[in-house]
Nanobody, 129 residues
Framework: EVQLVESGGGLVQAGGSLRLSCVASGFTFDDYAIGWFRQAPGKEREGVSC????????YYADSVKGRFTISSDNAENTVYLQMNSLKPEDTAVYYC??????????????????????WGKGTLVTVSS
């Protein structure tokens, strides 16, 4: 059974930090690109950051550049999103997703339309002002 399980969300004050984890199982992790996406109340889902270890590519949305860092631990089948200098506008449910296609994943991360293979159920991040 394929699973993507996010964790690490919570309530933090503005300026604080959180580290999200996405643990994958049920597929060959090394063959997949992984992305973090978020959806705030009343807003559309947006790409935050994506990574492809096999193709050595990463992407960050302009809104998180310099504050968030994505990393992958292939031995643990886990992708992390270190989030620093959090702002109230970062409040959202954060989802991780996986797809065999690096191009498709990066395209989706940048706002394009592409059906990624697998999605997690999300973890809530709330940043108070």
């Amino acid at each position: 059974e394929v699973q993507l399980v996010e964790s690490g969300g919570g309530l933090v004050q503005a300026g604080g930090s959180l580290r999200l984890s996405c643990v994958a199982s049920g597929f060959t992790f090394d063959d997949y690109a992984i992305g973090w996406f978020r959806q705030a109340p009343g807003k559309e889902r947006e790409g935050v950051s994506c990574i492809s270890s096999k193709d050595d590519r990463t992407y960050y949305a302009d809104s998180v550049k310099g504050r968030f860092t994505i990393s992958s631990d292939n031995a643990e089948n886990t992708v992390y999103l270190q989030m620093n200098s959090l702002k109230p506008e970062d409040t959202a449910v954060y989802y991780c997703a996986a797809d065999r296609s690096t191009i498709g994943t990066m395209h989706t991360c940048q706002g394009g339309s592409y059906d990624l293979d697998y999605w997690g159920k999300g973890t809530l991040v709330t940043v108070s002002s």
